[in-house]
């Protein structure tokens, strides 16, 4: 069996390379991330969404064990399916893992010197579906009737496509200026560290996968506010407040209660130590191990010299 877990749209001959083993007998397991651009290819160029959509025929067509990375993709995957009368075999859920791996890197003087003070945190790259721009209005309003009371709000995250302007919000406009910050080209430790010492973290996405940065944020112990929307209701539903990401007047209510009282936002991060499961990338590794030894051995019948191979 070949596991094919990269980005295979993007080589489509390496792909094509892995549809003919396919279609020569040997099982082929692919792993299903979303379906993000078939659901908005507004956010998306033309060009990506007919290459992203001509894979995920194929690979729905010659695949012999699928996984997705959540509930909420799996649903999206079988109803894509559905609809142009594509027959898909078992689709197993294999939860991704939380931890990030620092490898020993220190930490740099400048995260160091922003870990003094209070911030929310904000981790994702910065495009329209990560939707910063009700990040940066819920602060206008926030900053004009609370002032000196509201912390800062670090940006992490790397320049992607259609941003709505955020970068040239937070560099122009006034009201923004010394309370929102963006963070690029940060490393595993550096980022690591601001998670670790955030007042909270907000994740107002319009639409995931999974939802990485949210998982993140519990696995420091650190309360998130997310947005109420696919994947991210699966994440940690008892631990992490809910807002519409279309609904600034939400976002501004969640964040206020946590930045006004300390004691509710010391529950909530009592409430993650007791309750939270953290999954670690050891853990996702084992569950997909699992899942592919279970087929093999199904149909070990066929050909017990089949062997797994990683394709990454």
Known sequence: MIFASGHDWDYPDHFAHLCNHANNGISLAVLFYDIIPIKFPFTYT?????????????ALSVASLCFTISLSTRSDLLEYARSLNISVPDINILRIGDNIPTQGN?????????????????????????????????????????????????IAGRQGLYDANVSLQVE????????????????????GALYSSAM??????????????????LCYGVPCITSRSSSMLEIAPGLTPFADPLMTNEWIENMRLWIESPKELANAREQIKNSYHRVSW???????????????????????????LLNE
């Open 172 to 191: 122009g406009d006034p009201l923004l200026k010394g309370k929102v910050e963006i963070l690029s080209g940060l490393d595993d430790s550096d980022l």
């Open 200 to 217: 909270f973290t907000v994740y107002p996405s319009v639409y995931e996968g999974w939802g990485l940065p949210v998982a993140e944020s």
């Open 106 to 154: 220190t930490v740099s003087e400048k995260i160091r010197e922003k870990q003094q003070e209070e911030y929310i945190l904000s981790v994702g790259t910065i495009e329209y579906r990560k939707n910063h721009i009700i990040l940066l209005n819920s602060y206008r309003y926030m900053i004009q009737n609370l002032g000196e009371k509201i912390p800062k709000l670090y």
């Open 46 to 58: 033309e060009e990506f969404v007919s290459r992203f959509e001509h894979w995920l025929q194929q």
């Open 282 to 308: 050891d853990d996702t590794a084992g569950l997909l191990k699992n899942h592919l030894e279970n087929f093999e051995v199904k149909f070990a019948d066929q050909d017990p010299s089949k062997e797994v």
